[in-house]
Every structure is written in structure tokens, then in C-alpha cells.
């Protein structure tokens, strides 16, 4: 999985051009997420789990990866919030 940071955002067309445009010359199926559109940890796994191939600037990077870091333990920490109730150990409110 491989996400790419565009400005102007792509449309799907675009995207799937460049996609293809990437895979025909590296010669495996790629796929890229449009990163601003999609759940965090999907964003996060794009981002670590997908072959960077070219990182123009690293502290945007890191920033990103912190970020959607940030935003995937907040939601499971809040999913664990409303599951539990005031006094049992789990609850964060």
C-alpha cells in the first residue's frame, strides 16, 4: 500500500493513472491512497506499513505519521471510554 501527498488533491482518475504509471515501470501492482480522505488507520498503515518511494521532505513525514498516530489512540481510547462507566478502572471521562 502506498500513499502519496499531492497539492492540488488528485482526482480518481489521476490517481489511478498515476498508479498505473507507477506499477508499469516498477513492474508490481501499486496502489496509492488519497491520504486526506481516508481513516486514520489506514493513513497510518499506508505510511509505515507502504514503500516510500520518494520522501521530499522528512519532517512532513514524521509529522503526518504523528499525527494519525495521535488520532488512531485517541479513538481507541474514547471507544474504551463509552464502553466502560465512572469508578470502573477503564473509564477515562
Known amino acids: 500500500m502506498n500513499g502519496g501527498l499531492f497539492d492540488p488533491e488528485p482526482s480518481l ?3 489511478a493513472r498515476v ?6 515501470e516498477l513492474g508490481v501492482p ?11 488507520k489506514l493513513r497510518l498503515k499506508a505510511l509505515l ?3 516510500r ?7 512532513l513525514y ?3 505519521v504523528s499525527l494519525d ?6 479513538v481507541e481510547l474514547e471507544l474504551k471510554g ?6 470502573d478502572s477503564r473509564f477515562f471521562g
Open 53 to 59: 518511494l520518494v520522501i521530499g521532505d522528512f519532517g
Open 69 to 74: 498516530l495521535s488520532e488512531v489512540v485517541d
Open 30 to 40: 501499486v496502489g496509492l491512497v488519497p491520504l486526506r480522505s481516508a481513516p486514520p
Open 13 to 15: 482518475k489521476e490517481l
Open 49 to 51: 506499513g507502504g514503500e
Open 62 to 64: 514524521a509529522s503526518l
Open 19 to 24: 498508479s498505473n504509471f507507477i506499477g508499469d
Open 82 to 87: 463509552i464502553c466502560a462507566k465512572p469508578g
